[in-house]
């Protein structure tokens, strides 16, 4: 079993939809989580950083962490063409060493 | 937020040439960098791990002999590709943990070997 698991896609959604991006792990230790964009032939840019359970907003952005589910999620209102990009999850326990999901590819339609 | 600096953003070089990819952190003291390689529509694959002033770790399967990994200050790690093919073309990432534990990232090398 992947220590993460994330829905490679593509999802294709229109302009203005609410997109919702998900993770799942087996690992009980992680504590910190990360989600990543990334643009084709860049390298990941950080969007939401998250410790433990809980939500965090950052403009039209929400995470969210389900700790007892071992169970992630990235939401994105208002989605916008610009959004259209590789969407990666990203874990660790200590920052020792960091595992990524596969990531899921979005395209956002005018 | 932490800022890492990656160089070049992409290569070509001739078949059995070596090419060095640099990554400096900016704004703070990077103990650790990882190095990854990408191929089209994967995701991260963790080529090593190096900790400033020691050798690095290289996962299973990562030849350290071909891809020199420097860690000699806390601000600069360099990755050096050497004799390089074709099969090695791929796009590489530099990754570093700041103090909060999140990951930063270079801006990537594509590399292409002809």
């Known amino acids: 079993q992947k220590e993460v698991e994330q829905d490679p896609g593509p999802l294709s959604v229109p302009e203005g939809a609410i997109v919702s991006l998900n993770c799942t792990y087996s690992?009980?230790?992680?504590?910190?989580f990360m989600w990543y964009r990334q643009y084709s032939r860049k390298g990941p840019e950080l969007l939401m950083y998250?410790?433990?359970?809980g939500n965090k907003e950052d403009g039209r952005f929400t995470a969210q962490v389900d700790k007892s589910s071992k169970y992630i999620s990235l939401f994105i209102r208002d989605s916008q063409p610009s959004d259209s990009a590789t969407y990666l999850c990203?874990?660790?326990?200590?920052?020792?060493?960091?595992?990524f999901g596969t990531g899921t590819s979005l395209t956002v339609i005018p | 937020g932490a800022v890492v600096s990656q160089h070049p953003s992409w290569v070509i070089c001739k078949s059995g040439t070596s090419v060095k990819i640099e990554c400096r952190s900016l704004d703070f003291q990077a103990t650790t960098m990882f190095w990854y390689r990408q191929f089209p529509k994967q995701s991260l694959m963790l080529m090593a791990t190096s900790n400033e002033g020691s050798k690095a770790t290289y996962e299973q399967g990562v030849e350290k002999d071909k891809f020199l990994i420097n860690h000699a200050s806390l601000t600069l790690s360099t990755l050096t590709v050497t004799s390089a093919h074709p099969e090695d073309s791929s796009f590489y990432i530099c990754s570093t943990p700041s103090m909060n534990t999140e990951a930063f990232f270079g801006q990537g090398t594509r590399l292409t070997v002809v």
């Open positions: 998250t410790y433990s359970s």
């Open positions: 690992n009980s230790a992680f504590q910190y």
């Open positions: 990203a874990m660790t326990n200590t920052g020792n060493q960091f595992y």
